[in-house]
Nanobody
């Protein structure tokens, strides 16, 4: 079974940057959509950014202009470049992919934005 593995989370100061990666493992994987969700303490999981295999992307209003999603279609790896980070960006970030009608989720990587 294909697994999604996130990496790149950590502790960063406000205004800093991080780059998250999500790579599949475990077999052939041909997702039509890949993206990122996040869940902050006491909050519901929310969409952050998503990109299709054709390169179309969408962002949550809260991260528009600060975050950039990109995708390597050969490796089926998706990235999230996060700039100008704010304390309210603190959350567990989850990779998500859709392939043949099946949703795949990573285990999450923690991003903490604090001085």
């Amino acid at each position: 079974q294909v697994q999604l593995v996130e990496s790149g989370g950590g502790l960063v100061q406000p205004g800093g940057s991080l780059r998250l990666s999500c790579a599949p493992s475990g077999g052939v994987f041909r997702p039509t959509k890949m993206g990122w969700y996040r869940q902050a303490p006491g909050k519901l999981r929310e969409l952050v950014a998503i990109m299709t295999s054709g390169g179309s992307s969408n962002y949550a209003d809260s991260v528009q202009g600060r975050f950039t999603i990109s995708r390597d279609n050969v490796k089926n790896t998706v990235y999230l470049q996060m700039n100008s980070l704010k304390p309210e960006d603190t959350a567990v970030y989850y990779c998500n992919a859709l392939s043949y009608g099946v949703d795949y989720w990573g285990k999450g990587t923690l991003v903490t934005v604090s001085a």
